[in-house]
């Protein structure tokens, strides 16, 4: 599944949208009804670097699957809301892997 630019885009979208789910619905609530916001410091600055992990392979996957810019910007969007993640697998897991 690592070995091409899609399968690498479906594992880091799965990781990166289980990450978003965990600090918005465990560290966030903890921080905010809890008071304790140091679980929100390790989860967000997690959840951010796998962001960034995803824009590149989100990048990666459009040159090599040489996916239109109106696909790429719905998986950007759909990266941005909770469980979106779940919908873009839906999306690209039927797709043909052209590298």
Known sequence: ML???LG???VISAIEGLSFLIL???AMPIKYIGGEPSLVKI???THGILFI???VSLLEAKIKEEW????ILQLFVLSLIPFGAFI?????K??????
Not at 94 to 99: A, F
Request: charged fraction near 25%.
């Open 94 to 99: 039927p797709l043909k892997i052209n590298s």
């Open 24 to 26: 918005v619905f465990i």
């Open 88 to 92: 873009i697998e839906r999306r690209v």
């Open 53 to 55: 992990i995803f824009m």
């Open 3 to 5: 070995s091409n630019a």
């Open 43 to 45: 989860v967000g600055m």
């Open 68 to 71: 239109e810019n109106g696909f």
């Open 8 to 10: 690498r885009f479906r």
